[in-house]
């Protein structure tokens, strides 16, 4: 099983759509969780980091489930520019993170 | 400021020579992490560093890669003999210290072995 699993997608969604992403991981002990957006071609960055109660940013909501060992963002009123794919990443209570394959999401007009 | 600086950018070879991708990490910055990327398995870690220090090189696929980091504003990633196998995109990242985990991504070197 994999550390951290994600829908690879893509999904498909229209401007103005609410969308919702999950991931999971395997290790109960992780400590910290993070979302990154990857851009087509370009590097990761940071998107937000997720706490335990959820937390938002702007049209942006992170949750964390602990005892089912997911996390979710949800987005909403979509925006063209909202085009990239989602990393899921966990720190799982060592010095690195570990990174899931991404999930891809396109908004259309 | 500048970010995390990667060269080439782009890099096609043929099997068998020696590649050589380079990082400068963000000034300051203690930890340094080289990754690389697939469609297939997406972002592995292949070694990082703290203070100049190799921590964990587990992530490293053979003998074949090998990384150094002679100072805190240089570092560099070897594949010697390269193999088709190993075309990828190779992310250099770098971090306040080793558990911060907002890690600044470089562009990235795309690396094609034919």
């Known amino acids: 099983r994999k550390e951290v699993e994600q829908d690879p997608g893509p999904f498909n969604v229209p401007e103005g759509a609410t969308v919702a992403f999950n991931c999971t991981y395997s290790?109960?002990?992780?400590?910290?969780f993070f979302w990154y957006r990857q851009d087509c071609r370009k590097e990761p960055k940071l998107l937000m980091s997720v706490y335990s109660s959820g937390n938002e940013d702007g049209r942006f909501t992170a949750q964390l489930n602990r005892a089912s060992q997911y996390i979710s963002l949800l987005i909403r009123d979509s925006k063209l520019s909202d085009s990239a794919t989602y990393l899921c990443v966990v720190n799982p209570h060592t010095d690195k993170l570990i990174f899931g394959t991404g999930t891809r999401l396109q908004v259309f007009p | 400021d500048a970010g995390v600086i990667q060269s080439p950018r782009h890099e096609v070879t043929e099997m068998g020579q020696e590649v050589t991708l380079r990082c400068k990490p963000i000034?300051?910055?203690?930890?340094l992490f080289w990754y690389r990327q697939t469609m297939m398995r997406g972002l592995e870690l292949l070694i990082y560093f703290n203070n100049n220090v190799p921590i964990d090189d587990s992530g490293m696929p053979e003998d074949r890669f090998s990384a150094k980091m002679p100072n805190a504003s240089f570092s560099t990633l070897k594949i010697q003999p390269s193999e088709p196998r190993d075309s990828a995109v190779y992310f250099c990242?770098?971090?306040?210290?080793?558990?911060?985990?907002?890690?600044?991504f470089g562009p990235g070197t795309r690396l094609l072995v034919l």
């Open positions: 000034s300051g910055h203690n930890s």
């Open positions: 990242a770098s971090s306040l210290g080793p558990s911060q985990e907002t890690q600044y």
């Open positions: 290790n109960s002990a992780s400590q910290s």
